[in-house]
């Protein structure tokens, strides 16, 4: 959550992540509802990416890419980066034919990153009084 912190107070609607609890996490990954990958430098947890299995109205499965963060320090070492490739990697191995992701719309940087792993916007998503604030991306795997 604390690479979340230099967006509190400046996006809105807030990140969901910053009212999280780890009581509240370890019970997402106790009922497999969401499953982590932590990259860790030195031993210290510097990054993270949090999926969780979907499946659209049609039918298809998919995996839904959120809280993809890496602390204020370690930005600009690749973690993110290497945090995707290995999801990527994952995503193959079990199968899953797509990977979808939420963007705020305010983070446009953020936007772009996706996109050179091929991510495609393919919508927006509102609630009331936050017009299209998420951008929805999507990537196929095979």
Known sequence: M??????????KPPFQVLRSTPEGIASGM????????VAVVEGTPVGTLRLT??????????????????LPEFQGHH?????????HDRALRYDVPELRGHVRTALPKLLRFYQRFGYRVIG????????KYITVIARRTV
């Open 30 to 37: 106790r009922r497999r509802r969401h499953r982590y990958a």
């Open 79 to 87: 973690i993110a980066r290497r945090l995707i490739v290995w999801l």
């Open 2 to 11: 604390e690479a979340f912190g230099p967006y509190e107070g400046k996006i």
């Open 124 to 131: 927006h998503r509102s609630v009331p009084g936050y017009p």
């Open 53 to 70: 299995p979907a499946r659209c109205p049609r039918g298809d499965d998919y995996w839904l890419v959120s809280r993809l963060a890496v």
